[in-house]
């Protein structure tokens, strides 16, 4: 197995130090790490945009916090899951598990119809209108893992 931790430069971000861990298999192509690599980085820049995005909707309609808290769990689980503090830890992200995060941030949201949103266009539009990034991917390297 290797571990591949993923940086990206602090002065490209306009929110979170964005780092993870990368675990895959010794002999799997460049290609494909790279792949994984730019998915992995989509999904998490999408929830630190859904997270941003839906608190401050959540701060500024002054939701009752009963009908909020299952939407909040699931950001704010989703948030810890995406944050650099799983590289720290030393924990590899999953791209599944992170669009597990997202498709529960967009369930709870569509459920919770206390968002202020005039139609349900501008909520699906806030889900498939994340901002695309370009990220240079400069250099990989392998670490071996002991097992």
């Known amino acids: 197995m290797v571990q591949i931790h993923v940086k990206q430069q602090q002065q490209q971000l306009q929110g979170e130090e964005k780092q993870f861990l990368y675990e895959c298999e010794c002999?799997?192509?460049?290609?494909?790490?790279?792949?994984?690599?730019?998915?992995?980085?989509?999904?998490?820049s999408k929830i630190?945009?859904?997270v941003h995005a839906l608190?401050?909707?959540l701060q500024?309609?002054?939701?009752?916090?009963?009908?909020a808290t299952p939407l909040m769990r699931a950001l704010s689980e989703a948030k810890a899951y995406a944050s650099k503090d799983q590289a720290l830890n030393k924990r590899p992200l999953s791209p599944h598990v992170l669009r597990d995060h997202?498709?529960?941030?967009?369930?709870?949201?569509?459920?919770?119809?206390?968002?202020?949103?005039s139609d349900s266009n501008q909520l699906q539009n806030l889900f498939s209108g994340t901002p695309a990034s370009s990220v240079p991917l400069y250099c990989i390297s392998k670490n071996n893992i002991e097992l």
Request: charged share 20%; proline share 2%; aromatic share 6%.
């Open 55 to 57: 608190q401050q909707r």
């Open 48 to 50: 630190q945009y859904l």
């Open 27 to 44: 002999a799997k192509e460049i290609q494909e790490i790279a792949k994984d690599v730019i998915e992995i980085h989509n999904l998490q």
């Open 102 to 117: 997202i498709q529960t941030i967009e369930r709870e949201a569509l459920v919770n119809q206390f968002m202020g949103f």
């Open 60 to 67: 500024s309609q002054g939701c009752h916090p009963n009908a």
